[in-house]
């Protein structure tokens, strides 16, 4: 399996980044001769922004201290495998950021690598091909979200905020945590802080289409006590020797070809017939006797998973492994396991120890990360999972001989960031989830670049009711700026609003809809939160995505601090989110919005 590269930090000096102007506060928006565009596309708000408005905020008080470049490129000789009876393809994706030829795209994208407490920028550079020279699908405008970063709308990466071939794109970050201009300044909450980020094209209707063709990668944020140093902090398996991202995706292939082709005409969800881990078809891992970190990232677009560690000889044995973090935020203690689920974009960082794993299945030396659950269309799963040993391997673990092992021992518990204090909100907002006129809806409307739904105000906290009121499908929700808590699941007994019911038809080009139940997640053996109602354990966190099972309300909790603007939440399974399950929120100081149903 390989290894995405990191990306190397770059000086000032550095011609990707004094081209059209080195960076700055307000957006460079002098033509460039060579396009006729703006040479910086930020500040081109597709929507109801003010034009002019999308400066850095907090750019003068935390002063750049880093500097990346990427290129967003195609890639015409990219593999899957080395097996040649499946042919290279054309991908987009992210490169190393030098503008030589031979700097091509990756798939994943390079590892973005930072630290709190110093604030970096990126440029990125569209140098995709027209979309007539797109192999079939992917649209050349780009829109790159750093998933899960407390990020200003300007820097965010938003599905309007997109830009043209032949411009680039300045994106800031503070480096700070969550609370740094408001309630903990001037650094923010030290138990808000974030590890395992990714970043993905954001383009509004067809980010499906474009992550799907590569364009995405990992962000890693490390700290004073994540340090990537298993001896410092609190000990977990340093980076990168033992501290390993893993993007999960399918891909569909055309019979006749053996292309990667995308269905623009399903609008229920895309599954593929092959199954990649970190750009590579069913890859292997050469492990040692020791603990590993894995990043597990779903990168989509619509399959869940429910993943367990299977021996291929003996499947019957129960493997048990530690969840660590859930959406890239550690836990307050680990919590061991024999399965976790992903949604769409959601993350779990585990410890494996595979000393541990050896003495369990003898003279055995592999083990597999093996998806178990079911799922037979886009629209979410079923609720049955494959036998042990019958399920699809994501990757085959082959274990080696005994190393040093400095990193901390989870079944010790030991303590990590413990979670911030939920307090009353000032409102309560109810979502429901649904379908109507073949599209996807958030309270009966569909995604609009020019309507910002509703207003929070600047460092309030808030309530949301999440509601899926049918049998058919499910959504893992994504809220950008801020983390959320699970405060409860319960089943809503089905359809409880007044939508029109032909929206239970799949619409253009799919068949018709099947029940699947409330699919239920058990916890994978981690038990169930005695003080959160029917919330897993491991769900007892700080999340950016949670799923929206069937027939189900999940109410969570926010706080809205530090940053001013317009961000957006939406159905993570992209061909959901691209046909229209999105809304646009704003936050601004001094507002009061009551409303309860936006």
Known sequence: MPIPPELPARPLSDPGLTFGAPPQQFPFNTINPATGLPFEG?????????????????FTQYPTQKYYVERIRANTNFRFTSDTNIPAQTIWGFNLGGSATSDVAKMPGPTVVSHYQEPWLIRRYNELPTQSQNGGFGVPEMSTHLHNFHTAPESDGGPCRYFFRGQYFDQYFTGQQAGFASTNQPNGDINESLSSL?????RIDHTAENTYKGLAGFHLIFNQFDTGNETTGFRLPSYPQYDIPIMLNDKLLDPSTGLLCFDTFNFKGLLGDIQLANGIIQPFFNVSQRRYRFRVLNGGPSRFYELFL????????QIPFWVIADDGNLLPTPIQVTSIRLGVAERYDIIVDFNQVKSLIGSHTKVRLENRLIQDDGQGPS?????AGQGMSCVEFRIGSVVTDNSVNPATHPSFYQLPSVITPRITRNFNFDRDNGQWVINGRFANCNEL????????????????????????????????????????????????HHSRHAGAGSSSWSSHGDCAFGGGGGGI?????????????????TRLQANED??????????????????????????????????QPGVTDNNQNP
């Open 42 to 58: 930020r500040g081109q708000y597709n929507g109801s922004l003010r034009p002019g408005s999308d400066f850095f905020q907090f």
């Open 529 to 545: 939160s005695t003080t959160r109602p029917n919330v897993p354990n491991v769900e007892v966190s700080r999340k950016d995505v």
């Open 198 to 202: 990714w970043y993905h094209d954001h």
């Open 453 to 500: 739904r509703f207003a929070v105000t600047q460092n309030s906290a808030e309530n949301w009711l999440l509601s899926n009121p049918r049998s058919d499908w499910q959504h893992p929700i994504h809220v950008h700026l801020e983390e959320h808590q699970i405060l409860s699941r319960s089943s809503n007994g089905g359809h409880r609003f007044s939508y029109s």
């Open 383 to 387: 609720c049955d999972l494959f036998s």
């Open 310 to 317: 299977t021996d291929p000889l003996t499947p019957s044995t």
């Open 554 to 587: 999940v109410k969570v909790f926010f706080r809205f601090r530090d940053f001013q603007g317009d961000w957006a939440m939406h159905c993570h399974n992209t061909v959901h989110e691209d046909h229209a399950m999105m809304l646009l929120f704003q936050v």
